[in-house]
């Protein structure tokens, strides 16, 4: 399967998501509807709160795919990469 979406990298800290995500999705929202397509926001971090998942689908995203583990807790490339190949497997 192909997949012709847009996909946003929503950023977190200690579990919170930042406000920089919420710009990120405003502009791939646009994108998006540009391209007549779904929007996606890809969250990486240790045990975010639903209501944060939830705001990120407020604000504009069709769906929320979220990985939790630890060691995601910190912004460090390697396990980063590891997860986005993950995911575009």
Do not use: H
Request: aromatic residues 6%.
């Amino acid at each position: 399967m192909e997949y012709s979406g847009v996909w946003i990298l929503a950023e977190q800290t200690q579990g919170r998501v930042q406000r920089i995500s919420f710009e990120l999705l405003t502009r791939g929202r646009d994108l998006a509807d540009k391209r007549k397509t779904e929007l996606t926001a890809l969250l990486f971090g240790p045990d975010v709160p639903d209501e944060d998942l939830q705001a990120l689908i407020d604000c504009g995203a069709d769906r929320v795919l979220v990985i939790e583990a630890p060691e995601l807790a910190n912004f460090l490339p390697e396990p980063y990469a590891r997860c986005m190949l993950g995911v575009i497997a």
